[in-house]
Nanobody, 125 residues
Framework: QVQLVESGGGLVQAGGSLRLSCAAS????????VGWFRQGPGKERECVAA?????????YYADSVKGRFTISRDNAKNTVYLQMNSLKPEDTAVYYC?????????????????WGQGTQVTVSS
């Protein structure tokens, strides 16, 4: 079992930045593929960024966040981050991290086994 806890959400003005953290306990997160998902009001959950597991380095970014968001790992802290820059009002959503085993990255929510509770990100115009 992997327990995931997100933090770092909040209210920010358009153009600002936030860094979300996904801290893991129970297992070593470096061996897991991790995805960051978001779900806005009335919208489906979508993958915005993902990183491969098993010590590999493959990355995925949704077109809507490419060039603005960066996913990264700190293995010493057993944590995965999502750095979000140049935030837009349309980035407003609850952000979730998720983990599963595997050496590739995964963009479909139903492929993930473990989820955090989510953290709210609100971008004001």
């Amino acid at each position: 079992q992997v327990q995931l806890v997100e933090s770092g959400g909040g209210l920010v003005q358009a153009g600002g930045s936030l860094r979300l953290s996904c801290a893991a306990s129970g297992r070593t997160l470096s061996s897991y593929a991790v995805g960051w998902f978001r779900q806005g009001p009335g919208k489906e959950r979508e993958c915005v960024a993902a990183i491969s597991g098993s010590g590999t380095s493959r990355y995925y970014y949704a077109d809507s966040v490419k060039g603005r968001f960066t996913i990264s790992r700190d293995n010493a802290k057993n944590t995965v981050y999502l750095q979000m820059n140049s935030l837009k009002p349309e980035d407003t959503a609850v952000y979730y991290c998720a983990a599963r085993g595997g050496s590739y990255y995964y963009t479909k929510a139903d492929l993930y086994d473990f989820w955090g509770q989510g953290t709210q990100v609100t971008v004001s115009s």
